[in-house]
């Protein structure tokens, strides 16, 4: 598997429109400036941008955006590009993934991608916990939204192997929409495809620009044999 050359340049003008914050929308059309929000039992809890928290019934929020900012997130490391330029044959990946290796690399070969990629992915995504869930509701090893699961036929997202499945089947349909371009990919499994189309590259979200900058990183030093 090849990466862009070009993914240095991406990610640092990417970078030079990244997001300070964000504001929450409410049902009754106002927004408020938060630094974080998070829903539990059905009340989302704000961190407000100028402090302190606030706590709101779920289904008022309606929608979010984002407020740019002028300081852009910590530069990509100087060898990311590099490494996930020429990415080399290597099995470093399989400490990472332990007692899952197996399972990702017929998964990965199932799928046709790289499985030092899609260990990557996971150590990323949830520490290769396959109990994790996330504050959105995503889980297992490849934190999977049960939308996702469904869309790629994910039956039990706490099975280590439907779920690197699952996982391995949609960065494989990514791959495939966004014409080989790991980077693209990987911004659309952090922030749904739909946000790489309305962009045309990375979306300019601080979450998702640090999510493939640590990805591809992780990945040359998985694969790289020194």
Do not use: H
């Amino acid at each position: 598997m090849r990466f862009s050359a070009t993914l240095g340049v991406l990610l640092c003008a990417a970078a030079a429109q990244a997001l300070a914050g964000q504001r929450v929308l409410f049902d009754d059309g106002r927004g408020l400036a938060v630094r974080s929000w998070e829903v539990r039992d059905g009340v989302a809890v704000l961190v407000l941008e100028e402090g302190g928290t606030l706590r709101v019934p779920a289904e008022r929020i309606v929608g979010q955006e984002y407020i740019a900012d002028a300081t852009p997130p910590e530069a990509p490391p100087a060898n990311t590009a590099a490494l996930a330029a020429e990415l080399q044959a290597g099995e470093r990946w399989r400490e990472v993934a332990g007692p899952f290796a197996d399972l990702v690399a017929e998964a990965a070969q199932r799928n046709g991608i790289d499985p030092a990629l899609l260990t990557a992915v996971v150590k990323v995504e949830s520490g290769f916990d396959p109990f994790a869930v996330s504050y959105r509701g995503a889980c297992g090893l490849g934190q999977l939204l049960p939308a996702t699961a469904r869309r790629f036929a994910t039956k039990d997202l706490f099975d280590p192997a439907d779920n690197l499945e699952g996982s391995a089947r949609y960065l494989r349909w990514l791959l495939d929409r966004f014409g080989g371009r790991a980077d693209l990919a990987l911004a659309g499994y952090n922030a749904g495809e739909g946000a790489v189309d309305r962009y045309g590259a990375i979306p300019p979200y601080r979450e998702t620009l640090t999510y493939v900058i640590r990805v591809l990183d992780g990945v040359g030093r998985l694969a790289v044999v020194p």
